[in-house]
């Protein structure tokens, strides 16, 4: 029997911190995955969850004090990076590139005192000057990224906890660099049907890594989707 929106992640409790590392923020991961396995409908990842899995999103956002996407994300399609009322203030809006090349015309809601760009130091002033005064710009190491620009939100931002949406990349980095703790995975009642070149994995990375085994915490099912939560293990 299915439970209401409102109960599957009521209660939720997370830490403040990586249990590994005091100066970085805990890190979770929150994805929807046809029954296929396919992240993402046309290449699209909004087209795969149903109403249910956008409420559990947005309950998810209210426990973070920053939501990260990478850029491709948000040049995939128009997304809102906030609560949507659920938390106050609202988390920040963090959007990592490589490239300086932001599409903040698909970010809806956006304010600009709460919006990040991490941009690697080896972009020029040129790339990123159309973000300048209409997003707050933050100067991250090359690569890998994700470490200090982590380090960077707990020690300059304040934050405590960061909710990573995507993309496969991104996650492949996450995982891969053993920097998220939790996730949270929806498994929506459709079969992409996608062909090979259209099929969007759930997480890449650019080179092989030994399989990374989940613990199981919850599982709820509401409307038919699926809502798994799973601890990370390192």
Not at 134 to 156: C, G, K, N, Q
Not at 179 to 206: G, H, N, Q, Y
């Amino acid at each position: 029997m299915g439970v209401e929106p409102s109960g599957i992640y009521e209660g939720l409790s997370l830490p403040e911190r990586n249990s590994k590392d005091a100066g970085l923020p805990f890190a979770f991961m929150n994805a929807v995955v046809s029954v296929d396995g396919s992240a993402a409908l046309g290449g699209r990842a909004g087209g795969i969850g149903g109403g249910t899995d956008r409420e559990v999103m947005r309950v998810l956002r209210s426990h973070a004090d920053a939501v990260l996407v990478g850029a491709n994300t948000l040049r995939a399609e128009r997304m809102s990076l906030s609560s949507e009322g659920r938390r106050s203030p609202e988390p920040l809006a963090v959007i990592l590139t490589s490239t300086g090349d932001v599409p903040l015309e698909n970010l809806l809601n956006m304010d600009a005192a709460r919006t990040v760009v991490a941009v690697p130091r080896n972009v020029g002033k040129a790339k990123i000057g159309k973000l300048s005064g209409r997003v707050r710009i933050l100067r991250i190491a090359e690569s890998p990224p994700l470490r200090p620009l982590l380090h960077t939100l707990r020690s300059d931002f304040g934050v405590s906890r960061v909710l990573i949406e995507g993309g496969p990349s991104l996650f492949g980095e996450a995982i891969s660099s053993g920097l998220v703790e939790e996730l949270f995975l929806t498994i929506s009642p459709k079969i992409a049907l996608e062909s090979p070149a259209a099929f969007r994995r759930l997480v890449e990375t650019p080179n092989g890594y030994p399989p990374v085994e989940l613990h199981l915490i919850s599982v709820h099912e509401s409307a038919g989707e699926l809502f798994l939560h799973y601890r990370i293990r390192h």
